[in-house]
């Protein structure tokens, strides 16, 4: 029998994490399903970010840096971000990009295992890691090698050339999720470092980096943890690696003591070390105050939510939108996918042009895939009945034929 709108509004009413909707700002006509790509605004941040542009900044000046904590915020974000990505007290720092932090992880892992020239990634991998990966063998002797295998054959591709395994956990496009206990076991097995990129994982599933044994990772924080556009991201370090990896790029934030100026760089201990230059400040306080919404949410409440918008959707698209070419894309097993849904959908772009313009969000990856984020702090269940069913219709209507969602944006 068809679940109906009804049936999710009585789940609706029966979800623990129904209250923590109220906490973000839902334009109104609108279904959100992009928070894998930029979160919702938090409500309690323009208030927060308002105060240090004003008070902070605009009157205790310079001293905020002491007076309000500034200076130590990577270490104060870090700490509250460890609890949500399984990760010990002080292994987690926050500031810089994605990008960045992967060079100094990386640059730093490399280091370690200098008798090894392959750095092993597959084609599940956000497109950028690899790119990073690669302009580092630029600077680095002859014999470094980025070599990129299909997901399923990660573990069967480490050996004894391999210096670092560097896996995106959620494959951006279709959710697939790697098995990180697993496929770390198997690269300490042959003596390789394991580097994690929790891009499309944190704040969306639960991440045991300590369970797991992982040695580095790197997350996103403008996705599911709704930090704001660019908003910094985070590296962890396991402890017993801190004070033997050292970063190719270093800074006066990294420094055992920045406000020495010595002329010669010293490492800080532990994870500071991985810090560069200066800071977003403003940024940060936004970030600061969008986790306030995670301090009380069991990851395992969360995921389940997540779970289970993930098996409504499918099972809705599927239903309503079948004959139109729709394939899911990505494991059906739902312990093996993170929070987002995608299908592979000819004519993906215009479709997903269409539903924006009915007030449905999601997104387009190329080639075919049309990708909705499922959020499970602030999405119904509501909503994605309401999804479904608009995306349905769209699709019977042919709207996405029309030349205004046919014509390619700069940003998919």
Known sequence: MSITRRDCEAMDRNDALASKRDLFTLPKGVIYLDGNSLGVLPKNVSQRVTAAVEQQWGETLIKSWNEHGWFHLPHKIGNRLARLV????????????ISVNLFKILSGALAQR????????????????????????QFLDAGYEVKVVAPEDVAAAIDARVAVVMITEVDYRTARRHDMPALTKAAHAHGALMIWDLAHSAGAIPVDLTGGDADFAVGCTYKYLNGGPGAPAFLYVRPSLQDKVQPALVGWWGHARPFAFDLD??????????????????????LDAALDPFDDVD?????????????????LVEEKCARY???????????QRGSHVSFHCPEGYGVMQALIAQGVIGDFRAPDIIRFGLTPLYNSFADIWDAAAILGQGLEEGLWKRPEYRARKPVT
């Open 86 to 97: 399984g990760a010990e007290k002080d292994s987690v720092i926050v500031g810089d990009s």
């Open 265 to 286: 760089f010293v490492p800080a201990p532990g994870v500071t070390r991985q810090q560069c230059g200066t800071q977003p400040i403003l940024s940060m306080t936004a």
């Open 325 to 335: 070419g729709l394939k899911l894309a990505g494991p059906r097993d739902m312990k």
């Open 299 to 315: 990851m395992g409440v969360l995921h389940r939510k997540s779970q289970a918008l993930a098996k409504l959707f499918i099972d």
């Open 114 to 137: 200098r008798d090894r020239k392959i750095i092993l990634t597959d084609s599940g991998n956000f497109p950028s890691d690899i790119y990073v990966a690669q302009g580092l063998t």
